[in-house]
């Protein structure tokens, strides 16, 4: 072979054929672990969005847009807030340079759904109903924002069959947990009985107290 016919393969061809590594561009990932599925292009309206830059090591990353309120928390972790539009452009930046531009969709808050045992608005055996004397919260099913919810209160009345006339008695408790007093009533339900839930409290991370849906369970 001709040593003039290196010339011919260029630069990257002479360093693979003498072993030599060749430099590539670290990809760029960006998760929002505010979401339970860190990957995808949502913010959510009125709460800190935390997204973590993923790409060379020991890159300073930044984060930058002219329609959302960003701080920077750590290397590489940001907080994006007060969004505005139906989406926004995030840009990517590595030491001066913009190496990366995303889309995001941006998304309200919607209400928490409130639910008996785990169902909500349904039939259930009498003995499932005894079994599971709690109220639970969460999200409407195609919403990924994460967040746990904790029943800080509810009422319950019961609704005799056949004509579902109202007993009178409120039964109320300041927890996820159905009061004592009513947990022995419903012993005494039958089949065609309905247990009402009403000024159901939920609240989530942060302080704020929300008032959810109301809740009906029949005894089957």
Partial sequence: MKPGNFRNWGLVGSLLFFGLPVAAQQP???LNHTLS???AHVLYLAIPNRL???GASGHDYAIRSNQAEIQKKGPGIFEVDYATGDKVTLQVWDSGKQVETLEYKVAGIPYPIAYYGGFRDTALPHSLVIQNPFVSALFPPDCLLK????ICGHSARIMKAPFYK???ITFTSHSFYLSPELQDRL???KPGDRIIFTDIKARANSSC???LSDLTITIR
């Fill in 52 to 54: 973590e830059v993923i």
């Fill in 166 to 168: 109202n007993e009178g």
């Fill in 28 to 30: 760029i990932k960006v």
């Fill in 147 to 150: 967040a746990r919810f904790i």
């Fill in 37 to 39: 599925k860190p990957e």
């Fill in 209 to 211: 107290v929300r008032t």
């Fill in 187 to 189: 012993k005494e339900l």
